[in-house]
Nanobody, 115 residues
Framework: QVQLVESGGGLAQAGGSLRLSCAAS????????MGWYRRAPGKQRELVAG???????DYGDSVKGRFTIARDSAKNTVYLQMNSLKPEDTAVYSC?????????WGQGTQVTVSS
């Protein structure tokens, strides 16, 4: 089992920044991918950003150039730096980890961006 705990959500103004953290614990040795997804009201869940164990990253089109995903392997933590926030970034952001074909999710953290 892998446990994921997110933190760092909250309220920001348009143009502002927030940083989300996702701390992994448990059987973390073979996690090969961690990512952030989001779900806005009335919309499907979408990929925000992901990072492989080798350090390769991918981003959703709507956040490219504004968001950055990074990891601290020593702390078993993945970060999502969100800059130039827009009201349409408002959503519940959830951390995801993949290990041995299994997918694990955190509880989610709310991000609200006011105009």
């Amino acid at each position: 089992q892998v446990q994921l705990v997110e933190s760092g959500g909250g309220l920001a103004q348009a143009g502002g920044s927030l940083r989300l953290s996702c701390a992994a614990s448990g059987m973390i040795s073979r996690i090969n991918y961690m990512g952030w997804y989001r779900r806005a009201p009335g919309k499907q869940r979408e990929l925000v950003a992901g990072i492989t164990s080798g350090g390769s990253t991918d981003y959703g089109d709507s956040v490219k150039g504004r968001f950055t995903i990074a990891r601290d392997s020593a702390k078993n933590t993945v970060y999502l730096q969100m800059n130039s926030l827009k009201p349409e970034d408002t959503a519940v952001y959830s951390c995801n980890a993949q290990r041995d074909g299994w997918t694990y999710w955190g509880q989610g953290t709310q991000v609200t961006v006011s105009s």
